[in-house]
């Protein structure tokens, strides 16, 4: 068995790709045994598949990592850049833990904190693994095994069959239950096949060699699947994202061919600052949102017209006691890490089930949860990515610039009514860490130059050599 764990290792690719899967796994499905066996007693529980593919999936990036660290096999240059790429998330993680002893249920935000910082820790192993192993071709394997996932995704519906088989009886009524075996959200679903979108898109066409040959057998069945599974799982909040996301993405294109300037960076940094005002004057009851808001979501008006309510599906209720929930403290601190509790308090036994997830909106829900303290770090760290956004454009193809933008706007507007960042790691928050996390691929141009400015630099550093070497005979 250890043979044959040490051959799985060296062969980096299927190593990387294995541990890829699991992760996948485990942030995307949850098993609905699990709760009924922890509950039946601790065998039954250790049974369940939950539970292995999880601690698989954690342990084994982790320990690889550690290993690969104490055998020095991992480059410094790897770490530096992972941090200086997310260098105000990691300050917004590092604000949360000074936060738990002020938290309303400390106990409750160090538990939610530590399995948030376990998941970023898998994330970033992911992540300088695949930088150690396959180097500027990184994000071509991480997009390929991304691509081989719907491999996987044929066989989901069949788990309905042992789930709850007796839902396939009213394939219309649970349509979207049984495409995703019972084991995924809609919403969660429905992220998972954007991604697979992201990766065909993002692709590199300029690839030879097996990553070509490979891409090109499994693209088709992709695309596929992703219709397939896409037109019954589909979810209004990610699918709007990913439209407006793509759009951006080949009028940012069109319009770098046609040699326009694109105004989509200032603008977006115009509206998050925007957004942060308007939060500011909400929070401090500067505009009277709250009661604008109750009356837009409280039925229908006197016309019959839909409300804010029936159009946002009972999040602007959930938008409007997160607000309610406002004390002078949380305004500048939050309530802490993970915890809800407090807004669930106002809402009663009819929302508790929908509350506990989150705010349903990643924006509230950071303000909720750290105050504007750590949205003003969140939001930084989205400043920072249009910043490489803008930096992009000078060095990379307009590509891979589009894609940057693409998933920019795809989890900025997903946000507005997914909690994209809580307590658990989700799919599109982890993506979009891994995307802006990587090294920039150059294109041809500009390493046409760095080569060219590497050879002048040789040239004047031999130069000085035989300058110094004939003063020193000549001495």
């Given at each position: ?35 009924g ?111 081989k ?25 649970y ?63 990610p ?58 979501s ?43 509790f ?48 803008v ?48 090294p920039?691929?150059?294109?041809s ?26 003063d020193?005979?000549?001495?």
């Amino acid at each position: 068995m250890i043979s044959s764990f040490k051959r799985l290792y060296e062969n980096k690719e299927l190593y990387f790709m294995v541990q890829l899967w699991l992760w996948i796994i485990s942030i995307n499905f949850s098993f609905g045994s699990t709760e009924g066996a922890s509950r039946a007693g601790l065998i039954v529980y250790l049974l369940s598949p939950s539970v292995w593919i999880k601690l698989s999936a954690l342990i084994t990036p982790i320990v690889t990592l550690l290993y690969s660290y104490w055998k020095g096999e991992i480059s410094a240059h790897i770490g530096r850049l992972f941090v200086g790429r997310n260098f105000f998330f990691l300050w917004y993680l590092i604000y949360l833990v000074i936060l738990i002893p002020a938290s309303a249920i400390p106990k409750f935000s160090f538990i939610r904190l530590v399995v948030m910082s376990i998941n970023l820790f898998v994330v970033s192993s992911l992540i300088i693994q695949a930088q150690q192993y396959f180097g500027d071709k990184a994000m071509a394997y991480i997009s390929l095994g991304i691509i081989k996932f719907t491999g996987l995704l044929t066989f989901i519906p069949l788990y309905s069959l042992i789930s709850q088989p007796e839902k396939l009886t009213n394939l219309m009524k649970y349509k979207r239950y049984v495409i995703g075996g019972g084991i995924m959200h809609p919403v969660t679903h429905t992220v998972l096949l954007l991604t697979v979108i992201c990766s065909l898109v993002y692709f590199p066409k300029n690839i030879g060699g097996d990553l070509q040959r490979q891409f090109k057998k499994w693209r088709n069945y992709a695309i596929f699947i992703v219709v397939l599974q896409m037109s019954i799982a589909l979810s209004r909040g990610p699918m709007l994202g990913m439209a407006i996301a793509g759009g951006c993405n080949f009028l940012y294109i069109y319009l770098n061919r046609a040699g326009v300037s694109l105004p989509i960076i200032i603008l977006g940094l115009i509206g998050f600052l925007g957004a942060l005002s308007i939060v500011s004057l909400i929070s401090c009851e500067a505009i009277d949102l709250q009661n604008i808001l109750k009356g837009m979501s409280r039925g229908e008006s006197s016309d019959g017209s839909i409300s804010m309510n029936d159009l946002t599906t009972g999040r602007a209720d959930v938008w409007i006691h997160t607000f309610h929930s406002i004390t002078p403290f949380s305004l500048f601190f939050g309530h802490g890490f993970g915890n809800m509790f407090p807004i669930i308090e106002g809402l009663g036994d009819g929302g508790k089930e929908f509350l506990v997830h989150g705010a349903h909106n990643s924006f509230i829900m950071t303000f909720a949860q750290s105050g504007l303290i750590g949205l003003t770090l969140l939001t930084l760290y989205f400043f920072q990515c249009i910043l490489l956004i803008v930096k992009s454009r000078k060095v990379v193809a307009p590509q891979q610039s589009g894609f940057y933008i693409m998933v920019f706007v795809f989890i900025s507007i997903d946000s507005l009514t997914n909690s994209t960042v809580g307590a658990t790691m989700t799919m599109n928050l982890a993506y979009y860490l891994i995307v802006f996390s990587m090294p920039l691929t150059l294109k041809s141009s500009v390493i046409q130059k760095k080569t060219l400015k590497q050879l002048q630099i040789r040239k004047r550093k031999r130069k000085r050599r035989r300058h110094r070497s004939k003063d020193s005979i000549n001495t």
